[in-house]
């Protein structure tokens, strides 16, 4: 019993974390988001505005970074992690560090605008509609843009400005530009109102305005006058623009750039290995599935000594996430693992070696578990779930207490006596149960417990 309990302890601890991480999390719609399903479905033109509508007041080219990079949106969340660790550079020491990385030209150029990156990352669900409605649906995607601008124009809340250029070509198409080529400034506005439509929108997205600030506000001007003149990086601020005559899409390099030529309303990602002379090896590789916001990734390696491996999956559209980290030597094998979702958390942890396993387990709803097996046979085990049931294991043995005392579940009879429910009861009289005991370098019998497997799922639910 207490072997099969172990067995089903450690293992549905770390399977269920790791099955997190690699199948499909149910989807489901956030406040305020467009009723996409991102299965490749068209999405209105209402619904398109509203999805476009934190971006369509921004400069052409910065439009079209953004546009571009919102189709490899696990690149933009790789992106803003790696600057929040390299904030610190700035100008030409940026760009060279930005160069060397693995990301779209889109995504390095957006580095350059550090909030609007910020604002990417921190809503991937809404930058992955918005990188698949234009990978789609590109010209009627420029053409909510067009209506957007068309409205705010209208409600006279756009207009030129000292940061701003706005020039109305034809009825169809408003143009805007930075006033000096070598700074770009990137309007603050709320979507509710800029428009003279109450576009609702995530907050986080687009930041309003400072109180007491015009309708559409400007924070730090971004100098890009190294980046204008082109040269060492193609990727510059320069190279981007909106083709509104035409051909009406993204231009880079005065070419049409539709983005993430994977993008095909499923999963898509990458991996790659590495390898030495010396029996050692590397493997890694992360993956995005824009049909249920999946993303996930993880790596090996190994050599002679032993191997670690470690895996994340993140879902923005529910809130659920997973990690763990796996290892093994000579000496045994060890693992730890968080789950989260539905406010509620777990972690778990194992080790196993020549003496024996331990594992323990603690959730965020008050239940936990603790177990061990000795390299004889001798095992125990405590667990309480989060309404307070408490359950014990050792040696064939098992008890329970559901607030009356301990009963004893199964195993030889013994004169173990039942107690209130004020305490873990009395001390099992007849031998074998010392794990059970207060000494001995056993569980304690008064130590905050855990629960057992049997009721692991019902604090997942």
């Keep these: 019993m207490i072997k099969i309990f172990m067995k089903q302890f450690l293992s549905s601890a770390l399977s269920v974390l790791l099955l997190i991480g690699t199948l499909p999390f149910e989807t489901g719609a956030q406040s305020g988001q467009p009723g996409y399903s991102g299965q490749g479905a068209p999405l209105t033109a209402d619904e398109l505005q509203q999805l476009a509508a934190p971006i369509a007041l921004y400069p052409d080219s910065l439009v079209a970074q953004v546009l571009a990079a919102a189709t490899f949106p696990d690149q933009i969340a790789a992106a803003e ?10 100008g030409s020491a940026l760009m060279a560090a930005v160069d060397q990385q693995p990301w779209d030209p889109a995504v390095k150029a957006l580095t350059q605008f550090p909030s609007v990156l910020g604002n990417l990352a921190s809503n991937l669900s809404w930058t992955s509609s918005l990188g698949e409605a234009y990978h789609t649906q590109s010209a009627d995607v420029m053409a909510a843009i067009q209506v957007l601008r068309a409205k705010a124009y209208a409600a006279g809340n756009l207009k030129s400005s000292t940061q701003l250029a706005v020039v109305q070509q034809s009825p169809q198409v408003i143009v805007i530009q930075p006033v000096n080529p070598q700074v770009v400034y990137v309007p603050m506005y709320n979507p509710a109102v800029v428009y003279g439509y109450p576009y609702v929108v995530p907050a986080y997205v687009a930041p309003p305005p400072p109180v007491g600030a015009a309708v559409v506000a400007f924070g730090v001007g971004i100098a890009v006058g190294a980046m204008m003149a082109g040269g060492s990086y193609a990727w510059g601020y320069s190279s981007w623009n909106c083709g509104w005559h035409g051909s009406t899409t993204v231009v880079y390099h005065g070419g049409a ?11 898509y990602g990458s991996s790659a290995s590495a ?37 994340q ?29 539905n406010g509620t958390t777990v972690d778990s942890q194992h080790q196993t070696n020549a003496n024996g396993t331990t594992g323990q387990m603690h959730s965020s709803n008050g239940a936990s578990a603790y177990g061990a097996t000795g390299k004889n046979g001798n095992s125990a085990a405590i667990g309480q779930t989060a309404n307070g049931d408490k359950y014990a294991a050792a040696n064939g043995k098992t ?26 009861g009395g ?23 855990a629960r057992g497997s049997s009721s692991y799922g019902r604090g997942r639910r």
């Design 81 to 90: 992690g790696w600057y929040q660790y390299h904030s610190n550079l700035t």
């Design 257 to 267: 750039y539709y983005g993430n030529n994977a993008w095909h309303g499923g999963y």
């Design 275 to 311: 390898y030495n002379g010396y029996g050692g090896s590397a493997h890694a590789s992360n993956g995005y599935n824009p049909s249920t916001g999946t993303y996930a990734r993880g790596g090996t390696v190994s050599n002679g000594y032993g191997s670690v491996s470690a895996g």
């Design 313 to 341: 999956a993140y879902n923005p559209h529910t809130g659920a996430s997973a990690s763990t980290v796996q290892g093994s030597n000579a000496y045994g094998s060890y693992g730890a693992s968080t789950a989260s979702k």
């Design 399 to 424: 008890y329970s207490n559901t607030g009356s005392g301990w009963d004893q579940k199964s195993g030889s009879p013994s004169s173990y006596n039942k107690s209130s429910s004020s305490g873990w």
């Design 427 to 449: 001390q099992e009289h007849s031998g074998g149960s010392s794990a059970m005991s207060s000494g001995g370098g056993g569980w304690s019998s008064r130590q905050s417990s």
